[in-house]
């Protein structure tokens, strides 16, 4: 058989498997959501519409999030049904290896790697945005708009924000905390609220402190411009807790040209892990490979599917942990990416090669 065929029959297989996967994990997930925010649309007004359009500007995250073990359950149903109904047996007898299989499935998961890459790089940034746009731009006057307060670096200064509304356009409880090449305090100021108008921040009631060796000097409450490059959108950005964000604003962040709510070191570690992303699904396909080798008789009695979903749900897990520790700047970035993928590659590779010894 040709190995274009094949290649063809692997992909349609696969990718319709995966199809499947997502479109149920990801209703479930929005079904979940919408269960949560529901009530909170409708009491802000927003009716039918309002409910949709959350729905909508949520996919593109929760999509990102199914992938990855769609990807492995998809293989898992596709190989376990074709080990149970001795279509694989076939394909060995004619002198098809592991090796082989794996190779003829690595186009649909690159494939789907690379799309969740771009997923997560260009369209669900903007989603993430636009509907934390909308919800704050909905919130009802009658009630506080984005309560929690964030910090951010822009440059030299420090900047704390009590909260903001009207979609970023204005804030509330604003501390501005200037440094000096060295590092050192050389002015604090401290406003009650600001807004957004004619393309400029203006800082109202302001109240400013500036520092020397010496003494300080306090300039008493004025309104005042705020010099900053800083947009209404970049605001909203910056509200949120755990940004997604493209491969431009993380280098952006990291070089200081944009203003930054985490540290370089979160920066660093994201960058890589999305670089890195489509080897993450390679290493979710070749975990569900050992279900070619159960054993005929066995059929769908077998645990090793189970096994091989335990092992990327754990390798999902194992990736978090060293993420996490990542983005906290206790492992270098390359240490918290690449280690889980070499360390469960090389498992599932030992594992082949003792199971096709028996």
Request: hydrophobic share 50%; with cysteine; net charge positive.
């Amino acid at each position: 058989m040709p190995r274009r065929v094949l290649i063809g029959y692997f992909t349609r297989e696969l990718m319709s498997r995966i199809a499947l996967c997502v479109l149920i994990l990801v209703s479930l997930m929005e079904i979940l959501a919408l269960l949560e925010q529901t009530t909170t649309i409708l009491e802000r007004h927003l009716g039918v519409r309002g409910i949709l359009l959350y729905a909508t500007l949520r996919l593109p995250l929760l999509l990102g999030t199914a992938l990855p073990l769609s990807t492995q359950v998809g293989a898992l149903l596709l190989l376990t049904a074709m080990t149970t109904s001795s279509e694989i047996a076939i394909l060995r007898a004619a002198g098809l290896a592991t090796p082989r299989l794996l190779a003829l499935m690595l186009p649909a998961t690159l494939v789907t790697g690379l799309f969740s890459a771009v997923l997560a790089d260009q369209v669900t940034p903007r989603a993430e945005l636009a509907l934390a746009e909308w919800w704050n731009a909905t919130t009802p006057d009658n009630q506080t708009p984005d309560g929690h307060a964030f910090w951010f670096r822009s440059g030299d200064t420090l900047v704390s924000v009590g909260s903001i509304g009207h979609a970023g356009r204005q804030a509330q409880r604003i501390d501005l905390y200037q440094r000096d090449a060295a590092g050192m305090l050389v002015s604090a100021t401290h406003a009650d609220s600001a807004d957004y108008t004619d393309g400029q921040w203006h800082l109202r009631r302001a109240r400013v402190v500036r520092l020397s060796p010496t003494h300080a000097d306090t300039v008493p409450p004025v309104d005042m411009p705020w010099q900053t490059t800083l947009s209404p959108r970049g605001l909203v950005r910056l509200s949120i807790d755990t940004p997604p964000l493209s491969l431009g604003t993380m280098l952006g962040s990291l070089y200081g040209r944009i203003p930054a709510s985490q540290p370089p070191s979160a920066y660093r570690t994201a960058f890589l892990e999305r670089l890195l992303l489509p080897l993450f699904f390679v290493v979710m396909l070749s975990l569900a490979l050992p279900v070619v080798y159960i054993p005929p008789r066995t059929g769908t009695r077998s645990m090793i599917p189970v096994y091989c979903l335990a092992a990327g749900l754990l390798f999902v897990l194992f990736q978090g942990v060293l993420r996490a520790l990542g983005n906290a700047g206790t492992l270098p970035a390359l240490l918290a990416i690449a280690p889980g993928i070499g360390i469960f590659a090389l498992g599932v590779g030992t594992v082949l090669i003792r199971m096709e010894d028996r």
